[in-house]
């Protein structure tokens, strides 16, 4: 599975940007896929998991009611729609997969087995 993230940059706080994940290799209905983000100096989090059926979306408690996800399988690609931005939101969005036939979502980084290159996103105050 390849994946590339895209759509990050620089948003005044309370604004709104849409990340893009497109997925090559591998149909994205076929594996869970991820969004993780890591904040400077921090280690990287899973903010939002969505499972192969595309329902029960996972939500961490930080992003619930800012973040929403969607995916397009004409495209193969999924994307990350984020309201109401804070600074603390600044980082490293990256999307990813896990391929291991899992029916639920795996909630931590190191449960994910491919990744994309990542796209910034820098929120100011």
Same mark, same amino acid.
């Given at each position: 599975?390849?994946?590339?993230?895209?759509?990050?940059?620089?948003?005044?706080?309370?604004?709104? @940007? #849409? @990340?893009?994940?497109?997925?090559?290799?591998?149909?994205?209905? =076929?594996?869970?896929?991820?969004? %993780?983000?890591?904040?400077?100096?921090?280690?990287?989090?899973?903010?939002?998991?969505?499972? #192969? %059926?595309?329902? %029960?979306?996972?939500?961490?408690? %930080?992003?619930?009611? #800012?973040?929403? =996800?969607?995916?397009?399988?004409?495209?193969?690609?999924?994307?990350?729609?984020?309201?109401? @931005?804070?600074?603390?939101?600044?980082?490293?969005?990256?999307?990813?997969?896990?391929?291991?036939? #899992?029916?639920?979502?795996?909630?931590?980084?190191?449960?994910?087995?491919?990744?994309?290159?990542?796209?910034?996103?820098?929120?100011?105050?």
């Amino acid at each position: 599975v390849q994946l590339q993230a895209s759509g990050g940059g620089l948003v005044q706080a309370g604004g709104s @940007l #849409r @990340l893009s994940c497109e997925a090559s290799g591998r149909t994205l209905s =076929t594996f869970v896929m991820g969004w %993780s983000r890591q904040a400077p100096g921090k280690e990287r989090d899973l903010v939002v998991g969505i499972p #192969r %059926s595309g329902e %029960s979306i996972y939500y961490a408690e %930080s992003v619930k009611g #800012r973040f929403t =996800t969607s995916r397009d399988n004409a495209k193969n690609a999924a994307y990350l729609q984020i309201y109401s @931005l804070k600074p603390e939101d600044t980082g490293v969005y990256y999307c990813a997969a896990d391929v291991h036939g #899992r029916r639920t979502v795996a909630r931590t980084p190191g449960e994910y087995q491919y990744w994309g290159q990542g796209t910034k996103v820098t929120v100011s105050s």
